[in-house]
């Protein structure tokens, strides 16, 4: 059973229409960089709860969520609508087996992330522990419009402080974007084109690939890694691709 406690609403930055990110102030338990909690709010005398990641580091003063409003869901558009000041509940404990602790050593660190799912690898990224243990790593972030790239200051704050580490390459499905490749990470991969632009090659002798966020994408690039030899990750038998399905 979770402990529910009280988080106080510091900030409720709106990127775009859907796009929000809630900065909130509670008292919970240390978690390790890439968990998620549980938020909820009572909706008609009942408590409505859903697993949102953190994006913050868990060295952080405040916690903070990144999300989209689902424009039918029954969560996340009241979460839309908290202000400063508003309460949310929020699980004590943090949980999850999206973290570096599970993540085998390789040479390199791909993170693979469409929409929101970004979140997990900026508290991953914000952490000294993946610098140290990659010798490169690859962030690649995947939306339907260049307004959903958000974050941008923090990536670029990232790739100055990791210059010789960091690749970051965004992907924009539905739009030409300066910098951005267009159409879907499984096209890219499929024709070569995310291994070319990138400059390193996705083999199981140097990589280990985390897959995030839209179910479909997970299955899909996993599905294409296989044929390059890449296995799923478990605990008993270690591979080289280790996912976390948002829906
Ligand atoms: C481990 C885990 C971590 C998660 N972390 C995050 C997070 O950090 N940020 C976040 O926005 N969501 C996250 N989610 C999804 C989140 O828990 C909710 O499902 C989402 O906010 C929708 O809730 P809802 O009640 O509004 O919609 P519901 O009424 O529950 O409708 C769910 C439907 O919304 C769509 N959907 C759900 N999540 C997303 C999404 N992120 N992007 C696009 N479409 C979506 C899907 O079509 C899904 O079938 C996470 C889910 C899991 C399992
Ligand atoms: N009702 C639904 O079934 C449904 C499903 C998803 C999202 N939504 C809603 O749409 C809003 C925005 O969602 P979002 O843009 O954050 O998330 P998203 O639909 O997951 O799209 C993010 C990126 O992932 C790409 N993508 C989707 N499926 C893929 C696959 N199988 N393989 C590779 N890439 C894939 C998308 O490309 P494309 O542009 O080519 O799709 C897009 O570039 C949310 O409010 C959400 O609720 C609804």
């Given amino acids: 059973m979770s402990t529910w406690i009280k988080a106080e609403v510091i900030e409720n930055r709106r990127w775009n229409k859907d796009l929000f990110s809630l900065t909130?102030?509670?008292?919970?338990?240390?978690?390790?960089?890439g968990q998620f909690a549980k938020l909820g709010l009572e909706i008609d005398g009942k408590l409505i709860q859903r697993a949102y990641s953190y994006v913050n580091p868990p060295s952080s003063k405040y916690l903070e969520i990144y999300a989209t409003?689902?424009?039918?869901g029954l969560l996340s558009p009241r979460l839309h609508e908290l202000e400063a000041g508003d309460t949310v509940m929020i699980t004590k404990e943090a949980t999850g087996f999206?973290?570096?602790?599970?993540?085998?050593?390789?040479?390199?660190?791909?993170?693979?992330s469409t929409g929101t799912a970004l979140g997990p690898f900026l508290s991953i990224l914000?952490?000294?522990?993946?610098?140290?243990?990659?010798?490169?790593?690859?962030?690649?972030?995947?939306?339907?419009?260049?307004?959903?790239?958000?974050y941008q200051a923090e990536i670029n704050a990232l790739k100055k402080k990791h210059s010789d580490q960091i690749l970051v390459q965004p992907f924009v499905s539905r739009e030409p974007t300066a910098g951005a490749l267009s159409g879907r990470i499984t096209?890219?991969?499929?024709?070569?084109?995310?291994?070319?632009?990138?400059g390193l090659p996705l083999s199981p002798e140097k990589s280990h690939v985390m897959l995030?966020?839209?179910?479909?994408?997970?299955?899909?690039?996993?599905?294409?890694?296989?044929l390059k030899g890449l296995e799923k990750h478990l605990r008993r038998k270690p591979g080289h691709i280790t996912t976390e399905r948002y829906w």
């Fill in 24 to 33: 909130l102030d509670a008292d919970v338990a240390p978690f390790a960089a």
């Fill in 69 to 72: 409003r689902v424009a039918d």
């Fill in 98 to 112: 999206f973290t570096l602790d599970d993540i085998p050593e390789s040479e390199h660190l791909w993170m693979i």
């Fill in 126 to 150: 914000q952490e000294q522990e993946v610098w140290q243990r990659f010798r490169k790593v690859v962030l690649i972030h995947a939306v339907r419009f260049s307004a959903d790239l958000s």
């Fill in 187 to 198: 096209h890219a991969l499929e024709d070569g084109m995310l291994e070319r632009v990138v």
């Fill in 212 to 226: 995030c966020g839209n179910p479909q994408m997970v299955k899909d690039v996993r599905a294409l890694l296989q």
